[in-house]
């Protein structure tokens, strides 16, 4: 009996590695097809909810958008034309406003003095003619240069001078003012077609937003499906995985029996039962076989029973030694994992 | 049945001086044909003119050959201090008993007609062609050398010193300019209030050349040749205006322009002509002083070559015109005019000044050959000199009838020690018979003058003669005359009382 316990030790300890062993394998599988799962729905949503080009036409002309976000502001030819034809007229403009301010000063001094000049010289005639009554008209002075009344003319036809450069000037840079607030308003208008077409295609994103919502929802709403959907598998999977092992146990208890001690109980091929009946129910293509699809090692205990010494050590081999696909599934994963 | 004598008296004979221009038949008996040497005096009177002592002493020697001294001027510093300044030799001279050459050194004078004014404590001298000289109190020097001199100063050959300021005028090559300085500085002639005044267009009658420029009631007058401009407000040159012109009378002679105080005097191309004060008209009337020898002065000025001089005394209260190349001095009496607005005019002959000056004092300077000499006394230097009277043909109001002069009796005012010849004549006929008579020695008594145990002088003080002439001749028209060597005395024609007899008609 030492030797049919030691026996017995060692083969529940090989059940319940393997069964261990393939409780991880399916933990894998069940990770893995949850990754691949889980990137088809991305892929999926993706597709879903790609951005669709459209295209907004007015009276001003056709916005098209493309597939990068970008969008083209057509105008028709007419706005074409207008808007070069307000650009023209304000660029005209804008050139005065660059031009020399000294020149547009001087042509409006110009015009200032002419207006001024008939009077000036109305009021110098009539200031000669008193000044030759008076005997005064060859008159020069020290103080004045001529006489005072000579200086008080042409003192105040400097300071007319003087104000009338001022004025010029003032002027001149009013109009230049006025040129630049023109041509900003040339310019303006001329880029009002374009900004009625920025609105047009804001309100063409609204209305392309509300065909897109539906698309985002939809993806958004299948990837939560999808995610749900997953979940549960992953839980059918766990639960799954759990049963087999629980499964697997159980058949390995069956098997070699369970307990130790006054409580060790034999299985059927620890001599748990008659020696005559001591047989592997689950032998390959036997109906348990079938219906519990039991693993091939275990399926095939019997005849490591029946062979006593090789037998047992092919036993051993078997459960230590493992399946070579599920070794090597084990250095996938450990490849992996250190990838 | 013999005629009784008519008695023809002629009181202040010539008092109305010499009448050239009108018909001598008919005028007045107080007009003459000649006063000669002649003033009419105090009381209106046709007297000797005074003569003239020499105060120079050194004249010869430093004036050589030259006229002789042509210009005096008599400078009252502020301090009080009196030089008299001359010129003469193309030298300028200090003193007058001896003259001191104080020409500025580096000066070159080619004439002496220089006009001479004082301003603000500063003496000017100008003449055409020549820099203005300065005097300042220290040293007569070049105006343009004298500190604070500033600008061009003006080469003119008139100057007037007025209204602050000194105003100049003929240039050489401008005669149309008045240029004047600044306000008390006379060498300053930029800056400040000075400048220039151009008549070239203010002319009321074509264009014109200013001979002289005066100052009088308030007016700065310009003397065109045959114009005169009127200029008010001239205290502020640069806003002084034309009040009037005048026009067909002008100044043909610088220093013929007088200032009598009352009235502006100078000489024209048609006689001596004054201004009338006004002052609260604007006009300006003139009046023909010269009105009864126009012809004479017209026809002397015209021939005068060298500078026509003028001079005005109101002590003496004449008027004197001196024209050099004639070597006559024309006396207007100054005291009144006549009713037609001429003034009483007599001749200087012999004493030919060259130029004169009036002082502080009153007494009146002439420039001479030998020097400054002073019109004083009745003698020239030390020789006695003739005066004479000639009265108009007369009739006596009766044009008709023959004239026996039979006697005249006279009535002259001093004449101590004079030889005198009384002429009368008929016709119009220069022949005049003479008759000479000299006054005795009489003196006169000098009130205030002690001389006890001297001869006593207790005489009037008036030396009256009235010497009796018989007269001889007839005619119908009478022309009396009377020539004294005046000798260290006055002498004036009171009275002339003709006896005359009237004959037949013819």
Same mark, same amino acid.
């Given at each position: 009996?030492a030797d049919?316990? *030691?026996?017995?030790?060692? #083969?529940?300890?090989?059940?319940?590695?393997?069964?261990?062993?393939?409780?991880?394998?399916?933990? #894998?599988d069940?990770?893995?097809?949850?990754?691949?799962?889980?990137? /088809?729905?991305?892929t999926?949503?993706?597709?879903?909810?790609?951005?669709?080009?459209?295209?907004?036409?007015?009276?001003?002309?056709?916005?098209? =958008?493309?597939?990068?976000?970008?969008?083209?502001?057509?105008?028709?030819?007419?706005?074409?034309?207008?808007?070069?034809?307000?650009?023209?007229?304000?660029?005209?403009?804008?050139g005065?406003?660059?031009?020399?301010?000294?020149?547009?000063?001087?042509?409006?001094?110009?015009?200032?003095?002419?207006?001024?000049?008939?009077?000036?010289?109305?009021?110098?005639?009539?200031l000669?003619?008193?000044?030759? &009554?008076?005997?005064?008209?060859?008159?020069?002075?020290?103080?004045?240069?001529g006489?005072?009344?000579?200086?008080?003319?042409s003192?105040?036809?400097? /300071? &007319?001078?003087?104000?009338?450069?001022?004025?010029?000037r003032?002027?001149?840079?009013?109009?230049?003012q006025?040129?630049?607030?023109?041509?900003?308003?040339?310019?303006?208008?001329?880029?009002?077609?374009?900004?009625?077409?920025?609105? !047009?295609l804001s309100?063409?994103t609204?209305?392309?937003?509300?065909?897109?919502v539906?698309?985002?929802?939809?993806?958004?709403?299948?990837?939560?499906?999808?995610?749900s959907g997953?979940?549960?598998?992953?839980?059918?999977?766990?639960?799954?995985?759990?049963?087999?092992?629980g499964?697997?146990?159980? +058949?390995?208890?069956?098997?070699?029996?369970?307990?130790?001690?006054?409580?060790?109980?034999?299985?059927?091929?620890t001599?748990?039962?008659?020696?005559s009946?001591?047989?592997?129910?689950?032998?390959?293509?036997?109906?348990?076989?079938?219906l519990?699809?039991?693993?091939?090692w275990?399926?095939?205990?019997?005849?490591? *029973?029946?062979?006593?010494?090789?037998?047992?050590?092919?036993?051993?081999?078997?459960?230590?030694?493992?399946?070579?696909e599920?070794? /090597?599934?084990?250095? $996938?994963?450990?490849?992996?994992? @250190?990838? | 049945?013999?005629?009784? +004598?008519?008695?023809l008296?002629?009181?202040a004979?010539g008092? &109305?001086g010499?009448?050239?221009?009108?018909?001598?038949?008919?005028l007045?008996?107080?007009?003459?044909?000649?006063a000669?040497?002649?003033?009419? $005096?105090?009381?209106?009177?046709v007297?000797?003119?005074?003569?003239?002592?020499t105060?120079?002493?050194?004249?010869s020697?430093v004036?050589?050959? %030259?006229?002789?001294?042509?210009?005096?001027? @008599?400078?009252?510093?502020?301090?009080? =201090?009196?030089?008299?300044?001359?010129a003469g030799?193309?030298?300028?001279?200090?003193g007058?008993?001896?003259?001191?050459d104080?020409?500025?050194?580096?000066?070159?004078?080619?004439?002496?007609?220089?006009?001479?004014?004082?301003?603000?404590?500063?003496?000017?001298?100008?003449?055409?062609?020549?820099?203005?000289? #300065?005097?300042?109190?220290?040293?007569?020097?070049?105006?343009?050398?004298?500190?604070?001199?500033?600008?061009?100063q003006?080469?003119?050959?008139?100057?007037?010193?007025? *209204?602050?300021?000194?105003?100049?005028?003929?240039?050489?090559?401008?005669?149309?300019?008045?240029?004047f300085?600044?306000?008390?500085?006379?060498?300053?002639w930029?800056?400040?209030?000075?400048?220039?005044?151009d008549v070239?267009?203010?002319?009321?009658?074509?264009?014109?050349?200013?001979?002289?420029?005066?100052?009088?009631?308030?007016?700065l007058?310009?003397?065109?040749?045959?114009?005169?401009?009127?200029?008010s407000?001239a %205290?502020?040159?640069?806003?002084?205006?034309?009040?009037?012109?005048?026009?067909?009378?002008g100044?043909?002679?610088?220093?013929?322009?007088?200032?009598?105080?009352?009235?502006?005097?100078?000489?024209?191309?048609?006689?001596?002509?004054?201004?009338?004060?006004?002052?609260?008209?604007?006009?300006m009337?003139m009046?023909d002083?010269?009105?009864?020898?126009? %012809?004479?002065?017209?026809y #002397?000025?015209?021939?005068?070559?060298l500078?026509?001089?003028?001079?005005?005394?109101?002590?003496?209260a004449?008027?004197?015109?001196?024209?050099e190349?004639?070597?006559?001095?024309?006396? *207007?009496?100054?005291?009144?005019?006549?009713?037609?607005?001429?003034?009483?005019?007599?001749?200087?002959?012999?004493?030919?000044?060259?130029?004169?000056?009036?002082?502080?004092?009153?007494?009146?300077?002439?420039?001479?050959?030998t020097?400054?000499?002073?019109?004083?006394?009745? +003698?020239?230097?030390?020789?006695?000199?003739?005066?004479?009277?000639?009265?108009?043909?007369?009739?006596?109001?009766? =044009? %008709?009838?023959?004239?026996?002069?039979?006697?005249?009796?006279?009535?002259?005012?001093?004449?101590?020690?004079?030889?005198?010849?009384?002429?009368?004549?008929?016709?119009?006929?220069?022949?005049?018979?003479?008759?000479?008579?000299?006054f005795?020695?009489?003196?006169? !008594? /000098?009130y205030?003058?002690?001389e006890?145990?001297?001869?006593?002088?207790?005489?009037?003080?008036?030396?009256?003669?009235?010497?009796?002439?018989?007269?001889?001749?007839?005619?119908?028209?009478?022309?009396?005359?009377? @020539?004294a060597?005046?000798?260290? &005395?006055?002498?004036?024609?009171?009275?002339i009382?003709?006896?005359?007899?009237?004959?037949?008609?013819?």
């Amino acid at each position: 009996m030492a030797d049919g316990g *030691f026996l017995t030790d060692l #083969l529940n300890l090989g059940s319940n590695y393997y069964t261990q062993q393939q409780g991880i394998s399916d933990t #894998l599988d069940i990770g893995r097809g949850a990754l691949g799962a889980a990137t /088809e729905m991305g892929t999926t949503a993706v597709g879903t909810s790609a951005f669709k080009p459209f295209t907004v036409t007015t009276g001003t002309g056709s916005t098209t =958008t493309d597939a990068t976000g970008g969008f083209n502001l057509g105008l028709t030819p007419q706005q074409l034309e207008r808007q070069k034809a307000l650009q023209t007229q304000a660029n005209t403009l804008f050139g005065g406003v660059t031009g020399d301010v000294s020149q547009a000063s001087s042509d409006l001094y110009n015009q200032i003095r002419g207006l001024q000049l008939p009077e000036e010289q109305r009021r110098q005639q009539m200031l000669n003619q008193q000044l030759q &009554a008076q005997g005064r008209g060859g008159l020069r002075t020290a103080q004045y240069g001529g006489t005072p009344e000579q200086f008080a003319l042409s003192k105040a036809q400097e /300071e &007319a001078k003087n104000a009338a450069a001022y004025q010029a000037r003032t002027q001149a840079l009013g109009e230049q003012q006025q040129q630049l607030g023109l041509g900003a308003g040339l310019l303006g208008q001329s880029y009002i077609p374009q900004q009625q077409q920025l609105a !047009a295609l804001s309100a063409g994103t609204n209305l392309a937003n509300i065909a897109n919502v539906g698309g985002r929802t939809g993806a958004q709403l299948q990837t939560q499906a999808g995610l749900s959907g997953l979940e549960a598998l992953l839980q059918a999977q766990q639960q799954a995985g759990a049963l087999r092992q629980g499964r697997d146990q159980d +058949l390995v208890s069956l098997l070699l029996g369970s307990g130790s001690g006054i409580n060790a109980t034999g299985g059927l091929l620890t001599g748990g039962g008659d020696s005559s009946t001591n047989s592997n129910p689950f032998t390959n293509d036997s109906w348990l076989d079938q219906l519990y699809d039991t693993p091939d090692w275990l399926s095939s205990l019997d005849d490591i *029973f029946s062979s006593s010494g090789g037998g047992l050590f092919g036993l051993l081999s078997s459960l230590f030694g493992g399946n070579e696909e599920e070794e /090597e599934d084990e250095d $996938d994963e450990n490849e992996e994992g @250190e990838t | 049945m013999a005629q009784q +004598l008519q008695p023809l008296t002629i009181a202040a004979p010539g008092f &109305a001086g010499i009448n050239t221009q009108d018909s001598p038949i008919g005028l007045d008996p107080s007009f003459a044909s000649i006063a000669d040497n002649c003033v009419i $005096d105090q009381l209106g009177r046709v007297g000797a003119r005074k003569g003239y002592e020499t105060v120079t002493t050194n004249g010869s020697s430093v004036l050589g050959t %030259s006229k002789g001294i042509e210009a005096i001027h @008599e400078f009252i510093e502020y301090d009080g =201090t009196v030089t008299v300044f001359s010129a003469g030799n193309n030298k300028i001279f200090t003193g007058t008993t001896t003259l001191t050459d104080v020409t500025p050194s580096g000066t070159t004078i080619t004439a002496n007609n220089w006009k001479i004014v004082s301003l603000a404590d500063n003496l000017f001298f100008y003449q055409r062609g020549h820099k203005p000289l #300065l005097y300042d109190g220290s040293a007569l020097t070049e105006a343009e050398d004298a500190s604070n001199a500033s600008g061009t100063q003006p080469q003119g050959n008139e100057v007037l010193a007025a *209204f602050g300021r000194l105003w100049v005028a003929d240039l050489t090559g401008n005669k149309h300019t008045i240029y004047f300085s600044d306000l008390l500085h006379g060498r300053k002639w930029s800056g400040g209030s000075s400048g220039s005044l151009d008549v070239t267009n203010v002319w009321p009658a074509g264009y014109d050349e200013i001979t002289s420029i005066a100052s009088h009631n308030d007016f700065l007058i310009i003397f065109g040749k045959r114009s005169i401009l009127v200029y008010s407000g001239a %205290s502020t040159p640069a806003s002084m205006v034309l009040a009037d012109t005048i026009v067909g009378v002008g100044c043909i002679a610088r220093d013929s322009v007088k200032n009598t105080g009352v009235d502006l005097i100078f000489l024209s191309e048609d006689g001596v002509r004054s201004f009338q004060r006004v002052v609260q008209e604007k006009s300006m009337p003139m009046r023909d002083i010269s009105k009864n020898v126009r %012809s004479d002065i017209t026809y #002397l000025a015209r021939l005068q070559t060298l500078p026509i001089k003028a001079h005005y005394s109101a002590d003496e209260a004449f008027y004197l015109l001196s024209f050099e190349t004639s070597e006559i001095v024309y006396c *207007f009496d100054m005291r009144s005019a006549l009713q037609d607005g001429s003034h009483r005019v007599t001749t200087w002959s012999v004493i030919n000044p060259l130029c004169f000056a009036l002082t502080a004092s009153g007494d009146t300077y002439i420039g001479k050959s030998t020097g400054i000499v002073k019109y004083e006394g009745y +003698l020239d230097n030390t020789e006695k000199f003739q005066m004479r009277y000639f009265s108009n043909p007369m009739d006596f109001g009766n =044009t %008709s009838n023959l004239k026996f002069l039979k006697k005249f009796n006279l009535t002259i005012i001093g004449g101590q020690n004079t030889e005198t010849a009384l002429n009368w004549g008929y016709d119009y006929l220069s022949d005049y018979s003479k008759q000479s008579f000299t006054f005795g020695t009489s003196n006169i !008594a /000098e009130y205030g003058i002690s001389e006890y145990n001297e001869e006593g002088e207790y005489s009037s003080s008036i030396v009256i003669q009235t010497p009796k002439v018989n007269g001889s001749g007839s005619g119908s028209v009478v022309t009396f005359g009377i @020539e004294a060597q005046i000798n260290n &005395a006055a002498f004036s024609i009171q009275k002339i009382d003709i006896l005359a007899l009237l004959g037949r008609l013819i």
